[in-house]
């Protein structure tokens, strides 16, 4: 089991930044894909960045590319999503999630195994 708390959601206006942190916890001697999600009320979870296990290759969502990064700290058990030049159509509940096993796609939610329980994310004026 791994366990995945995140923090650094918050309110901020457009233009603003965050960073979001995951901290695992657990079995986390293997290594897994990490990937970051949100859901907006009344939305569909959707993908929004994935880091490999090396941490070598990383993907986004068109939506975020060029604002967001993702990087991962493994002497920390933590992953991060930088999030920049923030819009109003970014407000959802942030997750991550790992994923260990080698079958499925990484921008497909039901391909991860662990979830964290999300951390709000605001942006208005």
């Known amino acids: 089991q791994v366990q995945l708390v995140e923090s650094g959601g918050g309110s901020v206006q457009p233009g603003g930044s965050l960073r979001l942190s995951c901290a695992a916890s657990?079995?986390?001697?293997?290594?897994?894909?990490m990937g970051w999600f949100r859901q907006a009320p009344r939305k569909e979870r959707e993908f929004v960045a994935f880091?490999?296990?090396?941490?070598?290759?990383?993907d986004y969502a068109d939506s975020v590319k060029g604002r967001y990064t993702i990087s991962r700290d493994d002497a920390k058990n933590t992953v991060y999503l930088q999030m920049n030049s923030l819009k109003p159509e970014d407000t959802a509940v942030y997750y991550c999630?790992?994923?260990?096993?080698?079958?499925?796609?990484?921008?497909?939610?039901?391909?991860?195994?662990?979830w964290g329980q999300g951390t709000q994310v605001t942006v208005s004026s």
């Open positions: 880091l490999s296990r090396s941490g070598g290759s990383a």
């Open positions: 999630a790992a994923k260990g096993r080698v079958s499925g796609s990484y921008h497909l939610p039901a391909a991860y195994d662990y």
């Open positions: 657990g079995r986390t001697s293997g290594s897994y894909v």
